[in-house]
């Protein structure tokens, strides 16, 4: 098969460039504005300078690491992301399943197209966790927290990186709406697609499945899921009804990773969402740094933006990250093949992973150290 024959993400990512139509494609691959933020924070990892040691055994190399209490099989989670059955019909659970698999985390979104419920049930064994945006109805917040946690997801992580939604202008090009509806030009598009249409026609209509009685015209969705009165006192008030480890996703500074930090959360994301919300936002990566330095010692402090290899996950760990998030990547293997895209990118990210580790010369992931890595 194609998926089995792709050596890296890229090939991944071009294969589902061949597969998904244009629209679903650039709805995940784009990102805001002039798309400044993602190509920096891609580039920052192209810069980085591996510094290998050389004559240490290295004959194992092992990738578990210890998340919020509890091991992972490598230092990666599965980033929330919006509308995932869009990408492929099979969605949120088959993400799931293969997170399960691999022994690692999945992050429901709030923007998901598949209940808390029928994700734990389609993945009982994976650690599966639950972000939130927290909407205008405070109430109708802490109905989704309520469920996703009798549906049994442990960790909460709050997304604070969207006060009001970033201009994706390929989408805005290609005439896409929230959520999306596929315009004419779409089904021309499509018609060069006819596996990705049947299967678009023929499974359940895309909708919210987080939030319950979510309308579904534009401007009611836009009200609902973005806020721009959320301030700390929000967070203070999740803090406070949320019993299990939470998280924060988008920290882009570090006086605001200190004033998290006091109110107790439990780790910190620092991401720019993709560089899919402000353009020329800090690059996750070169921020890492000085955020581990400032609050790590008080929680932990994951990153995400641009992870597209094993080597890309490395860095980051070396550089103080407790694991990364990924998003696109594991997206390009859903839509290139579903469960089975998944498990590959996966399965390509473990193996490049390992092989850094051994070039590298150190014995693991608890091996990786600042002196490992130099930002150029
Ligand atoms: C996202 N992201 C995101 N984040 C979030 O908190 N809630 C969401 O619903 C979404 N939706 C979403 C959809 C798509 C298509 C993408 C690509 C991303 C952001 C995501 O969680 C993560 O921060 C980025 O994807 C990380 O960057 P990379 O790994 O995609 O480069």
């Known amino acids: 098969r194609r998926l089995a024959a792709a050596a890296d993400l890229a090939d991944v990512r071009r294969l589902a460039w061949r597969r998904a139509p244009r629209v679903v494609f650039d709805y995940v691959d784009g990102a805001a504005e002039a798309e400044r933020s993602l190509a920096r924070s891609v580039a920052a990892f192209a810069r980085a300078e591996l510094r290998p040691r050389v004559l240490r055994d290295v004959s194992e190399a092992p990738t578990a690491v210890e998340v919020l209490g509890r091991r992972i099989s490598m230092p990666v989670v599965l980033a929330p992301t919006g509308f995932t059955r ?4 099979a969605g949120e659970r088959a993400v799931a399943r293969a997170a399960a698999r691999a022994g690692v985390p999945y992050t429901l979104s709030t923007m998901g197209t598949t209940t808390p419920e029928d994700v734990t049930a389609a993945a009982p064994d994976g650690w599966n966790w639950f972000q939130l945006y927290v909407v205008r109805d405070r109430e109708r917040s802490r109905e989704s927290l309520d469920r996703a946690r009798e549906a049994g997801m442990e960790v909460l992580v709050v997304t604070v990186d969207v006060p009001v939604a970033g201009a994706r202008l390929r989408d805005v090009r290609h005439g896409m709406t929230m959520p999306p509806v596929l315009r004419w030009r779409g089904v021309l598009q ?34 609902l899921m973005f806020d721009p009165t959320v301030t700390l006192r929000d967070l203070e008030w999740i803090r406070s009804v949320w019993p299990g480890p939470l998280l924060v996703k988008g920290v882009q500074r570090v006086d605001d990773a200190k004033d998290l930090a006091a109110v107790g959360v439990d780790g910190l994301v620092v991401s720019n969402h993709g560089g899919r919300q402000l353009d020329r936002a800090p690059t996750p990566l070169e921020l890492l740094p000085e955020v581990v330095a400032a609050v790590g010692d008080r929680t932990e402090v994951f990153l995400d933006g641009g992870v597209r290899s094993g080597a890309d996950i490395a860095i980051a760990v070396a550089l103080g990250a407790r694991a990364c998030f990924v998003g696109r990547a594991y997206l390009y293997g859903l839509m290139a093949g579903g469960e089975a895209g998944v498990d590959r990118v996966l399965a390509l990210l473990r193996a490049e992973l390992v092989r850094t580790l051994q070039l590298l010369g150190v014995g693991g992931v608890a091996g990786l150290d600042p002196d490992c890595v130099r930002l150029r």
């Open 86 to 89: 869009m990408m492929h019909r």
């Open 190 to 223: 499509a018609l060069g697609r006819p596996a990705w249409w049947f299967d678009f026609l023929t499974s359940e209509p895309l909708r919210f499945a987080t939030v319950d009685g979510a309308p579904d015209d534009l401007a009611g969705i836009t009200n």
